[in-house]
């Protein structure tokens, strides 16, 4: 029987169109569930709300700075978290978790495709109707908080690259971390570990100025502050171009360690899937 | 390297299986130490089966059917032996090796759930890399050999499960594998969609030259399919052959079902009495002796109808189980 050939496209041009395919369903599948969505941003901008409310008052309380930060620069720093947040999101070790233990990788396995562009490609479509629905929420909070803003194109352009380095470092290594499930069945601990340092190192909790001393010293050395403290500060703080260009390029650093780090574990781990019940 | 699409030599596959007894104490402690079994899931199997070839895997439940299959695919590692499939070994899951086979299994759901079908299928085309004529040639093609018809414009969450059966195997063919593993595509169907997959698959079959691996508990499905079966249990092959000669081989015996005249007496004399409705009895009697019994009954009692049958072929299936434990 005959072979089907190939589409004619290189293999690059042959990947977009899967993650242009994979985006626009992705993005189908978002709409479907509107009701979910909005409850799921609900939940998504309570946590950074409560940060703004939080420090805005002790900001206010405190003759007007707290570590050198205004209320307007809380506020400012507070809405663009939830939009890195937003931006952010990727496929969780819990999500592993289930598709190794339920056998739902089985169906990942037999397309000649790696699972991992799946991954890349389903979250980066699902983004597209959060932002949209994020940016009333962002009017909203600038009316209430009055955040201060002093914002150059390059920063945005570079604001625009950074939130996805900080999706693509936050998906390869909370995939590798996902993997570990071939080994433990159960992978919830060690996830929550990993929350707990990124809530600490990575200026989710509270911009890393507030952190002592030796807290944002190991943050210089871990990845999570690329996923949500440099992002911000390029909209935020007022960094250099050189700082802002050193940013992204240590984004990129940590994304090809990640990278790394998610082939070796996925060579070794892949070996020992089992396929239960599918 | 063979020319056989599909070549197994001494497959083994092992799991390690953590044990422990039922209770409170049992759990505390294998939270220190761990019990774990090996379990023999494929045992040392070996065969070949031709390009366009279609072929039967029969076994119980846990027999290694659905295990063989998976390393055959690539989802599984083997343990020890060899397996090639169109020149490849799958477990190395090359790109190439993959756009060239599929797996179906019926109990399970690889479509968007709550997307049209139709949307999967364009996902499909994207991953399989298949120009867009070819796309939509297959894909009409397919719809309308499985009568899918507007069903694939349906959220999947909304089809019956033989409708999602359907429609996965669409799913499942768009990029026209050369090698078919079907583990169990017609479980839980009714009747009529039973027959429909099952003149699909052949009807794929003959205009593809696919080579099919199916695996059924529905005797059926083998029979309308396959001439040849492979008969595993215990993760050991133990028949492989065609299915005609599975029957002469393990079941040295026909039945003869007569229906009397004047009512039904003793038929013992003539062979073992294994049903009785009424006027009609069912005799089973030994191969050799069938023409003998049958002249016999013709001869002897008021016939007004006798059938000699082959035994059906769940039985000869349960027969070739029942000596294996018995071993």
New interface residues.
């Given amino acids: 029987m005959r072979t089907l050939p190939l589409a004619q496209e290189g293999r690059l041009r042959s990947l977009a169109d899967f993650y242009l395919t994979t985006i626009r369903t992705a993005i189908q599948q978002q709409f479907q569930y509107r009701a979910a969505t909005y409850m799921y941003l609900i939940g998504m901008v309570a946590e950074p709300v409560i940060y703004l409310v939080v420090w805005s008052t002790i900001a206010d309380q405190s003759g007007g700075t707290v570590g050198g930060l205004t209320a307007g620069e809380f506020a400012a720093y507070y809405i663009v978290w939830t939009l890195v947040r937003t931006m952010n999101i990727v496929f969780t070790p819990y999500g592993w978790e289930e598709r190794i233990r339920e056998g739902e990788l089985s169906g990942q396995l037999l397309r000649p495709l790696h699972p991992i562009h799946y991954d890349l490609a389903w979250f980066a479509g699902g983004k597209v109707p959060w932002v949209l629905f994020y940016l009333p929420i962002a009017v909203v909070l600038t009316l209430v908080f009055n955040p201060t803003f002093n914002v150059r194109p390059l920063e945005i352009a570079v604001f625009a690259v950074a939130v996805w380095g900080a999706y693509l470092i936050r998906t390869f290594y909370q995939s590798a971390l996902g993997l570990v499930t071939f080994w433990t069945t159960r992978v919830g601990a060690l996830f929550q570990l990993y929350i707990t340092l990124e809530l600490l190192l990575s200026g989710r909790l509270v911009p890393l100025t507030l952190m002592p001393y030796w807290v944002q010293t190991a943050a210089w050395f871990l990845p999570f502050r690329w996923t949500f403290y440099f992002p911000i500060q390029t909209l935020v703080d007022d960094l250099s171009n050189k700082q802002l260009l050193g940013g992204l390029a240590m984004q990129a650093l940590w994304t090809l360690i990640g990278i790394g780090l998610f082939s070796l574990v996925w060579r070794y781990a892949i070996r020992r899937y089992t396929a239960v019940g599918n | 390297m063979t020319d056989a699409a599909v070549h197994v030599a001494d497959l083994r596959k092992t799991?390690d299986v953590p044990e422990r007894e039922a209770g409170l104490k049992s759990a505390t402690k294998s939270l220190v130490r761990r019990k774990t079994k090996e379990v023999r899931a494929v045992d040392g199997i070996s065969f070949d089966i031709a390009?366009?070839e279609i072929v039967g895997f029969l076994g119980p439940n846990g027999a290694g059917k659905t295990t063989t299959l998976?390393m055959l695919?690539?989802?599984?590692?083997v343990s020890g032996g060899e397996a090639e499939v169109l020149g490849h070994v799958p477990s190395k899951?090359e790109?190439?090796f993959?756009?060239?086979?599929?797996?179906v299994?019926g109990?399970?759901n690889?479509l968007?759930w709550?997307?049209p079908a139709l949307?999967?299928f364009?996902?499909n085309?994207?991953?399989?890399?298949?120009?867009?004529a070819?796309f939509l040639r297959?894909r009409d093609e397919l719809v309308e050999l499985l009568e899918v018809g507007d069903l694939v414009r349906k959220?999947v969450r909304q089809l019956s499960l033989g409708e999602r059966m359907k429609v996965e195997i669409v799913g499942s063919l768009l990029?026209?594998p050369?090698v078919l593993f079907l583990d169990e595509p017609t479980i839980g169907l009714d009747v009529t969609m039973q027959k429909r997959i099952r003149v699909f698959v052949a009807e794929y079959r003959q205009r593809?030259?696919?080579t099919v691996m199916l695996t059924s508990h529905y005797m059926a499905d083998v029979e309308a399919l396959c001439e040849r079966v492979i008969v595993i249990h215990h993760g050991r092959i133990l028949f492989d052959g065609d299915l005609a000669a599975l029957s002469d081989t393990v079941a040295a015996w026909k039945t003869i079902a007569v229906a009397l005249e004047n009512g039904a007496g003793d038929l013992s004399s003539y062979g073992e009495v294994i049903h009785r409705d009424g006027d009609l009895v069912t005799l089973r009697v030994p191969k050799a002796e069938t023409a003998r019994v049958t002249a016999r009954l013709l001869a002897e009692q008021e016939v007004l109808d006798l059938n000699v049958e082959d035994p059906p072929i769940e039985d000869v299936i349960e027969l070739v189980f029942a000596q294996e434990n018995r071993e």
């Fill in positions: 799991f390009a366009g998976k695919s690539g989802l599984l590692y899951r790109r190439d993959l756009r060239r086979i599929s797996l299994m109990n399970r690889q968007q709550d997307l949307d999967s364009e996902l085309r994207s991953i399989y890399r298949i120009p867009r070819d297959n959220p990029h026209q050369q593809h030259g696919a």
